[in-house]
């Protein structure tokens, strides 16, 4: 079974251009995360979808991000515009238990620079 | 609130050197502990886990005791190589899962 599936792998940007990040859940997991990974601040959840359906965003850092899940197998993480302080590596993640034993399984993430 | 707590690193170690990587946490209830390590350019994945008190997770060597009076899950491994050098977070799940900070380590020949 293929793993979570992100792209791009790299990307880089001039500061105020949209950035979308994209990630491929694997089949038959129902829940997915978004986190941010940077030396100063470590690994910080973004947000996370349960069946498609937003559950917490209160880590989505301000407005210029945004998250989507359309269907069970894509969501999509944009930053509008984006700014310098944005770079980071972005990962995805899923998992299927509904409880709390659940592996989270995660992608080889999205390095985003924003010059 | 529920947090996690890491050793800070980064660790230097010589090859069969003993590794302890400590780990607190705060919780309401009884969570699940985790162990994820990544290694250089890649995401994170699963080392252990351990789902209630008392319980040992391990794999590849590692090993860590969910211990409920001192809400602790230190890592430990006894001989060490220089393929475990990586990023080490320990992590609890409360529907979400919250991470540490995360421990370098690198291990020398």
């Known amino acids: 079974d293929a793993g979570v599936i ?10 105020g251009q949209e950035v979308t990040l994209r990630c491929k859940p694997i089949s038959g997991h129902d829940y997915l995360f ?11 959840l973004l947000i996370y ?5 937003p559950i917490d965003d209160s880590g989505m850092p ?6 989507k899940m359309p269907n069970a197998s894509f969501s999509t993480l944009k930053i509008q515009p984006s700014e310098p302080r944005d770079s980071a590596v972005y990962f995805c993640a899923s998992r299927r238990d509904r409880g709390n034993t659940g592996e989270l399984f995660f992608g080889e993430g999205s390095r985003l620079t924003v010059l | 609130g529920n947090s996690v707590t890491q050793m800070e690193g980064p660790v230097t170690l010589s090859e069969e050197a003993f590794l302890t990587i400590n780990c607190t946490y705060t919780a309401t209830g009884y969570p699940s502990l985790f162990w994820y390590v990544q290694y250089p350019g890649e995401g994170l994945q699963l080392l252990l ?5 008392d319980d040992k997770g391990s794999n590849k060597g590692f090993e860590a005791t969910y211990r409920k009076e001192t ?9 060490v190589q220089v393929s475990d050098s990586a990023v ?12 540490g900070q995360g421990t370098e380590l690198s291990v020398k020949p």
């Open chain 1, 6 to 15: 992100q792209s791009p792998r790299h990307e880089v940007t001039e500061m």
């Open chain 1, 34 to 44: 978004w986190y941010r990974q940077t030396m100063m601040r470590g690994l910080e």
């Open chain 1, 49 to 53: 979808f349960n069946n498609n359906v």
């Open chain 1, 62 to 67: 301000e407005d210029r991000f945004s998250a």
């Open chain 2, 49 to 53: 886990k351990a789902t209630k008190a």
């Open chain 2, 71 to 79: 809400t602790s899950f230190h890592l430990e491994k006894g001989s």
């Open chain 2, 88 to 99: 080490y977070f320990c992590a609890l799940i409360t529907g979400k899962l919250i991470f």
